[in-house]
């Protein structure tokens, strides 16, 4: 059978760094195998749908490259692809019903006063209610009669409580869970809608789903996903449950982390490609110790059976280095379009724009880097004279101050403000005194930026801040060194 993966988000905002990875491994998964990936739109919880939610979803895909084959713009013979709309056909009511009349589930009409004196247990610390079957005893007549009467319900599946149920995953293999810890949890709530467990089978085994992929913490619901297939007589797709994603602390990546959503990242000035390069490690590794993927090598190399079990820890240090590799392999003319407005945010002055941003393609890991390394050329800073003593170079205040002197009439008379030519003039200086080329480069360097380090040499920054602003800072660095 073709393989076939949806990726089934809910639209509640923006793209948690979960759903993306789980969108890609689904999409991995399918196109490893020439298979097809759909895209569904899970909307039933209406209290979370968030408008403008669905367009991030579309618009997410198409930014990191993964192309469904299927979905609400691409009929592919298995819609309406948004539940909402799927709702609308009778599809789940029909199914809900069919489980009904098999004995597998039974209409539910208890109130909320009623509901709320049920007792209550603590499952993976939420506190939740415990259905106590109280409505599975009323007669075929009782039943008739409260939907005669307009009465509210709900659509309870009915779960055994003895016994067990077994589900497979690829990852952790068989499991069992007894039949006394599975609630009889709700189908069709009383608006009508299914809920997301229920939609979730139904829609699976109706559009010919065969691997499912999501966070383990579905793990505890499968059992009830399993006695749902087995009600139905249907074939269980192949289950894939992803490890966590942890931030640094081994806690779960929070909102709050400030990187957790695919939106946040890129407003950080990571690039997409190294976001899904990254996102692809989170929990698979390749059988080498390579890190740096496209996705047409991600879809040869993925194999889902290489996936932990063990919690993801989402390390921004190590996605800022990896992120630093995209943009130095970068072509320029992408480099510059996206460096652009994070220079002109502090370089208001007639510069080199194009010149500026090629000093620092290799020296940043994400583009808001730029604006620490360049923010000189805007304004030369205070800076400290203790910055022109430099072991290294040999080089004091005192030889500085000379070096400064000596040069500053040379570089009036300069009428070359290329590198080249300035290069060249300060190399004659060197060669005449028999110095070092750091005994020399480093005062002016210092005196033309004010900062210790800085992405080009003392005549690569005099190009770009010309021939009057150099010399301006030269005479200050002069005055600076007299004063101290």
Avoid at 36 to 50: A, H, K, N, P
Avoid at 144 to 168: C, W
């Amino acid at each position: 059978m073709k393989i076939r993966t949806r990726y089934a988000p809910s639209p509640t905002g923006k793209m948690h760094v979960g759903n993306l990875r789980s969108a890609l491994y689904e999409f991995l998964i399918a196109k490893h195998e020439g298979g097809d990936f759909m895209l569904r739109i899970e909307d039933t919880d209406q209290e979370r749908f968030v408008e403008g939610a669905t367009e991030i979803i579309y618009r997410t895909l198409e930014k990191t490259g993964l192309v469904h084959d299927e979905g609400p713009d691409k009929d592919g013979g298995y819609g309406p692809y948004v539940q909402s709309q799927r709702m609308k056909t009778g599809i789940y009511m029909k199914y809900a019903k069919e489980l009904i009349d098999k004995g597998e589930a039974y209409y539910c009409f208890c109130d909320k006063g009623r509901l709320a004196s049920l007792k209550t247990e603590v499952v993976e610390g939420k506190e939740i209610t415990v259905y106590d079957k109280h409505c599975l005893h009323l007669s075929k007549e009782e039943v008739e009669a409260n939907l005669a009467a307009g009465k509210p319900f709900v659509i309870r599946q009915n779960n055994p409580t003895e016994g067990s149920t077994t589900f497979h995953d690829e990852l952790y293999g068989d499991i069992t869970v007894e039949n006394a810890e599975l609630d009889d949890m709700i189908l069709i709530k009383s608006d009508g809608y299914p809920t997301y467990n229920f939609a979730n089978v139904v829609d699976d085994h109706t559009m010919n789903i065969t691997h499912v992929v999501r966070g383990n913490e579905y793990l505890s619901s499968s059992p009830k996903y399993e006695r749902l297939y087995q009600a139905f007589g249907w074939q269980t797709p192949v289950y894939v449950h992803l490890p966590l994603i942890t931030d640094e602390s081994h806690k779960k990546l929070a909102k709050r982390s400030g990187h957790s959503s695919f939106e946040d990242l890129l407003e950080q000035g990571f690039v997409t490609e190294a976001v899904v390069n990254y996102i692809a490690l989170l929990g698979w590794s390749p059988e080498d110790n390579r890190e740096i993927f496209t996705l047409e090598e991600l879809i040869r190399e993925f194999d889902y059976h290489r996936i932990s079990k063990s919690p993801a820890v989402f390390d921004i240090v190590k996605l800022r280095w990896m992120n630093g590799e995209y943009i130095k392999a970068m072509d320029f003319d992408r480099f510059y379009e996206m460096a652009e407005p994070c220079l002109k945010k502090v370089l208001t002055r007639d510069l080199d724009l194009k010149k500026i941003a090629g000093m620092v393609k290799t020296r940043i890991e994400v583009f808001p880097d730029i604006e620490g390394h360049v923010d000189f050329f805007q304004e030369l800073p205070d800076y400290d004279t203790a910055m022109y003593t430099h072991k290294k170079m040999k080089t004091d205040s005192a030889s500085s101050l000379q070096v400064l002197q000596d040069i500053l009439p040379l570089l009036e008379a300069q009428e070359d403000y290329s590198n080249d030519g300035l290069y060249q003039t300060l190399a004659n200086y060197v060669e005449e005194k028999g110095v070092k080329n750091g005994y020399v480069m480093w005062p002016v360097r210092t005196a033309v930026s004010g900062k210790q380090m800085t992405p080009a040499g003392a005549t690569e920054i005099m190009e770009v801040l010309g021939k009057e602003e150099s010399l301006r800072r030269i005479r200050i660095g002069i005055e600076k060194l007299q004063n101290a």
